[in-house]
């Protein structure tokens, strides 16, 4: 009689550990998918919150500006883009460390007027935003330059008007000159971390080669990632042809008001559309300067 009941009690307990084992593991796996929905929400959020943190950096100066962005706690912000549509899209993802683990997150926010150039990702707590309007003649758009603040970039005998521009932009993570070792070094007349070439408009970064056009596409070169970099120039050139489109019916409505205005914006449209890499902003930006010369020396200026 006693071995029975000590049989039963065992079996009791043990069906009690089984259960209360179970009900523990649900619990367990019910708040880590509470916690990764939070998480993922949150970094949706936050991404979004970068779209709207952007806007005020679209100043419509020629000039560069500078502002920052931090974070409460370890963040990564993933840059992708593509060119479907009429505008391509800029995107956004989000990842926010956790219980020392970065979060995993599918959850694209995008824009289709924004331009973001930087590496694939960057991470840190304090992130840069470096501004520069993009002209082709026109106003094409503001470019937001993102680099983080765990890396430092030294600008090595730079001309005059670039390193004035650098030292006024006052960027916690921008330097001229007094490199130091762990500085990623950009150089104009030497070979280092990257390479830049006036003469030929030529970015050399990490084994890579991209071609620009003026100062905004320089900086955009130096501080991204050559897929990133190619992306965006082609939204870019879809943005200059359907502007170039809009100009040129601009031209037909004053023209109509006795003030002629002759610019081929066809032409500018076509090379646009056209340009299937950066190789190609040559043509793009010949076409953009024969048009430019001619709105200024035309009696009616169209921009």
Do not use: H
């Amino acid at each position: 009689m006693n071995k029975k009941a000590y049989l039963q009690i065992s079996f009791a307990w043990l069906f009690a550990i089984i259960v209360g084992a179970f009900i523990l593991f649900l619990a367990i796996y019910f708040s880590i998918k509470l916690i990764n929905t939070e998480t993922t929400i949150q970094d949706a959020k936050t991404g979004k919150e970068i779209g709207v943190l952007l806007n005020p950096l679209e100043t419509g100066f020629e000039s560069g500006t500078s502002s920052s962005i931090s974070f409460p706690i370890e963040t990564r912000i993933y840059n992708k883009c593509n060119t479907n549509g009429e505008f391509g899209r800029q995107i956004i993802q989000v990842s926010q460390k956790s219980f020392n683990k970065w979060g995993e997150t599918n959850i694209d926010v995008g824009f289709s007027n924004k331009y973001i150039f930087s590496d694939d990702y960057v991470e840190g707590k304090k992130f840069y935003i470096f501004s520069k309007q993009f002209e082709f003649p026109f106003k094409v758009s503001d470019l937001m330059l993102i680099t983080s603040s765990l890396k430092r970039y030294c600008f090595k005998d730079a001309p005059e008007e670039i390193a004035e521009e650098i030292s006024f932009l006052n960027q916690g993570n921008l330097v001229v000159g007094n490199c130091s070792d762990i500085d990623i070094k950009v150089c104009f007349s030497v070979n280092c971390d990257i390479r830049v070439n006036l003469n030929t408009n030529q970015v050399i970064k990490n084994g890579d080669s991209v071609l620009f056009q003026g100062d905004a596409l320089m900086y955009a070169a130096i501080f991204s990632e050559k897929d990133i970099y190619e992306c965006q120039v082609k939204r870019l050139m879809q943005r200059v042809d359907n502007l170039a489109l809009l100009y040129n019916d601009k031209a037909g409505i004053v023209s109509k008001k006795e003030c002629d205005s002759n610019l081929n914006l066809l032409s500018l449209s076509n090379a646009a559309n056209s340009l299937e890499s950066s190789s190609d902003l040559r043509i793009v930006n010949s076409v953009a300067d024969d048009i430019q010369d001619e709105n200024e020396l035309g009696g009616c200026r169209l921009w």
